[in-house]
């Protein structure tokens, strides 16, 4: 019997340095926040995720970059009201949004950014 032929299978074709990324993530305690930023930090460290840009540009969002905006927070405790930040695979270049209302505690999300995330 003639086999279909199927769209290829997106499972396969993505990428292995984010696709531990790839899965959206409410992040509605500061628990899971932390499980996601613990990964974020390590994609910097290693270089498989940049800043992109390299300057917040939420129109919320302090003009902090993510590494000041994390030491502050691991270091002093203080959070900004609202942050957002993007960030870039550095082998595929999909890029990432996190975002977080602590002011409001609306709690934030991880995920694939879309193009009308940027402002
Ligand atoms: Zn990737």
Redesign the pocket.
Known sequence: MAQKKKPAAKADDV?K??KPLRRERRLDCNRKYQRIAKRIDAGLADGSLIPDPDRPIGKWTPPTPYKKMRRDELTKGIWPDFFEYFFR?T??G?RFIIYCDIYHGGGGAWRIAKKSDDV
């Open positions: 990428c340095q984010c695979c082998a595929c999909t």
